[in-house]
């Protein structure tokens, strides 16, 4: 069941959803709109020209930018980056989020995630988002644009182990800006279950 603005707005009365900073304003009827936080992590292509090794730590893969008050980062045609929602994100056991582009964004060819539109029950942290210009032309991204709308979804009972449980092997909890993918976890893990 997808909440309502009016039961989102009762969750974060009760303090079980938290959204934070929140505009009362970017409540829309069945979801709340979230924006581009300044850091973006780039993609040095130069660094790994054919090929990115998945199972390898992957940090010098990308560099830190920072979007300026007074000029946009131009987002080129094919290009890829991370970024990262201003708003903070924090949700009970028995609630998932989905993160979804915006219309009026995707019409000129604006994509907000490639598979990581799925929040976790007991998630906290900034989403990162997965940027990317499907369109022939570059596509300007502004610091505290109104960037993705998040949609909150009742499970039929809260879970047993929630996102950032000891042992779970939850990855991303608490990250406060872009963060690049920690995939080779798997491998590592596999590593010590074999020895």
Known sequence: MVLSDRTIKEEIAQG????EPLD?????????????DRKLLVFRTWRYPFYVDIKQKLDDLTEMVEIPDDRPFFLNPGEFVLGSTVESL???TDLVAR?????SLGRIGLLIHSTAGYVDP???GHLT?????VAKLAVT???GMRIGQISFHRLTSPVDRPYGCEGLGSRYQGQTEPTPSR???DFETKKERQI
């Open 16 to 19: 079980r959803i938290v959204i």
């Open 24 to 36: 009362p304003d970017c409540i829309q009827p069945a979801s709340v709109d979230v924006h581009l």
């Open 90 to 92: 924090t949700l009970p």
């Open 99 to 103: 993160l979804e582009g915006k219309s």
């Open 122 to 124: 007991g998630w906290s």
């Open 129 to 133: 988002q997965e940027l990317s210009n």
């Open 141 to 143: 991204l502004y610091y």
């Open 183 to 185: 995939y080779y976890r």
